[in-house]
Nanobody, 121 residues
Framework: VQLQASGGGLVQPGGSLRLSCVASGNIVSINAIGWYRQAPGKQRELVAVIGPGGSTNYADSVKGRFTISRDNTKMTVYLQMNSLEPEDTAVYHC????????????????WGKGTQVTVSS
């Protein structure tokens, strides 16, 4: 199973970015899937997560600015980030929880390599 994140980049404060994370590898189903971020010198923190039925959970710092969504047919999760602030600068990692692959009854969790988001003027 691989998680490929994309969409990061350099943006000015107040700008927007849309991150995408595509999961591949004979996947049958994914429970929760979401985004974490890690800024230099800080611990990795949850940004947003979406459950299989579409329920969402956001970090307080991004509520009202970020929106997470998923397309199960494409095994893809998106993170629309608006009104970006310098404090949002970090490497954003995709995390898939409870992944079941073909011919297996077990579920595992996976992490993607991440995509850099830099908010600066």
């Amino acid at each position: 199973v691989q998680l490929q994140a994309s969409g990061g980049g350099l943006v000015q404060p107040g700008g927007s970015l849309r991150l995408s994370c595509v999961a591949s590898g004979n996947i049958v189903s994914i429970n929760a899937i979401g985004w974490y971020r890690q800024a230099p010198g800080k611990q990795r923190e949850l940004v947003a997560v979406i459950g299989p039925g579409g329920s969402t959970n956001y970090a307080d710092s991004v509520k009202g600015r970020f929106t997470i969504s998923r397309d199960n047919t494409k095994m893809t999760v998106y993170l629309q980030m608006n009104s970006l602030e310098p404090e949002d600068t970090a490497v954003y990692h995709c995390n898939a929880v409870g992944v079941r692959i073909l011919y297996s009854s077990s579920r595992m969790d996976y992490w993607g390599k991440g995509t850099q988001v830099t908010v600066s003027s």
